[in-house]
């Protein structure tokens, strides 16, 4: 089993910039390959936001948030970051950090091991 705790979310007004963590314990190294982020606004469906390896570093991105957003790992500490930079108002929503095996994707559908999520709200 995998377990993920998110945390760093908050108000933020736009233009600012925030950084969550997602600290990953358990059979990480033999439970996931890739972690991602997701976010889900109210009303609407859990969305993609970024993907990373463990291994590799090789990352991934919503169109969204390119240019904005940072997706990194600190794999002595299990750790996964997100640098959120330029926050819009429609950034705002609860993110959630993901685990799964193999290769990255897209598809909340495809993640086993999710976090309890962290609201981030940015104010226009």
């Known amino acids: 089993q995998v377990q993920l705790v998110e945390s760093g979310g908050g108000l933020v007004q736009a233009g600012g910039s925030l950084r969550l963590s997602c600290a990953a314990s358990?059979?990480?190294?033999?439970?996931?390959?890739?972690m991602g982020w997701f976010r889900q606004a109210p009303g609407k469906e859990r969305e993609f936001v970024s993907a990373?390896?463990?291994?590799?570093?090789?990352?991934y991105y919503a169109d969204s948030v390119k240019g904005r957003f940072t997706v990194s790992r600190d794999n002595a500490k299990n750790t996964v970051y997100l640098q959120m930079n330029s926050l819009k108002a429609e950034d705002t929503a609860v993110y959630y950090c993901?685990?799964?095996?193999?290769?990255?994707?897209?598809?909340?559908?495809?993640?086993?091991?999710w976090g309890q999520g962290t609201q981030v709200t940015v104010s226009s």
């Open positions: 993901a685990g799964k095996l193999g290769w990255y994707s897209r598809s909340s559908h495809d993640y086993r091991y």
């Open positions: 358990g059979r990480t190294s033999s439970s996931t390959t890739v």
């Open positions: 990373i390896y463990w291994t590799t570093s090789v990352t």
